[in-house]
């Protein structure tokens, strides 16, 4: 019952490295999305995607980049590393948008740029 | 857009009180609420999902109401132990496809 899967789970990187965050999911779920989480902000939506092949901007997708080649996969990439990106990203799935819907999350990955 | 506010950032109570976490969301056109649990370092773990059509949820000690009109949540949680010291947030789905997050309660329940 492996549910949201994150990888890596801490990774540090230099500026102007690049990177990505793999999120699988395992429950058949059309819609995933990227958050992150920082200290008195609370969590902002990156990107996020209703279906495979698709992708949308969220609130903060500056730096950011998105695929979703497979269903089951969302990709999270950063071209290159910035010191304001140091952050805790989260991911999500959820199956439908309806009132049935109940977003599960991923155990997070921290991210430190330095 | 949607704004999430919740009160207090943060929360102390002794072992045993009965507390209630607070809510509130300017656009009352949502599809539901959603509580999270998050525990540090850990990720977000869901407690309760109302529906917007429902005015509550009960789960064990954790009770959740809904006032879609009035913007306004509420998690109630009796008989409150140390294990339940973690940060709690709310979370309501509406137009744009994702969850919108308030900042989250702090809570410690102390022995």
């Known amino acids: 019952n492996a549910g949201v899967t994150q990888t890596p789970k801490f990774r540090v990187l230099k500026t102007g490295q690049s990177m990505t965050l793999l999120c699988a999911q395992d429950?058949?779920?059309?819609?995933m999305y990227w958050y992150r989480q920082d200290p008195g902000m609370g969590l902002r939506l990156i990107h996020y995607?209703?279906?495979?092949?698709?992708?949308a901007k969220g609130e903060v997708p500056d730096g950011y980049n998105v695929s979703r080649l497979k269903k089951q996969n969302f990709l999270l990439g950063l071209e290159s590393a910035a010191p304001s990106q140091t952050s805790v990203y989260f991911c999500?799935?959820?199956?439908?948008?309806?009132?049935?819907?109940?977003?599960?999350f991923g155990q997070g990955t921290r991210l430190t740029v330095v | 857009k949607q704004e999430v506010t919740q009160i207090p950032a943060a929360l102390s109570v002794p072992e045993g009180e009965n507390l209630v976490l607070n809510c509130s969301f300017t656009?009352?056109?949502?599809?539901?609420l959603q509580w999270f649990r998050q525990d540090p370092g850990k990720g977000l773990t869901s407690l309760l999902l109302?529906?917007?059509?429902?005015r509550e949820q009960t789960s064990g000690r954790l009770n959740a109401s809904l006032d879609k009109s009035s913007g306004r949540s509420t998690l109630y949680i009796a008989a409150s132990q140390p294990g339940d010291s973690a940060t709690y947030l709310c979370?309501?789905?509406?137009?744009?496809?994702?969850?919108?997050f308030g900042k989250g309660t702090s809570l410690l329940v102390t022995p």
């Open positions: 999500a799935s959820s199956p439908l948008l309806s009132g049935q819907t109940e977003a599960f």
């Open positions: 429950m058949n779920h059309e819609y």
């Open positions: 995607s209703v279906g495979e092949g698709t992708t």
């Open positions: 656009d009352s056109a949502i599809y539901n």
């Open positions: 109302i529906q917007s059509s429902q």
């Open positions: 979370a309501v789905f509406s137009s744009g496809y994702a969850l919108n």
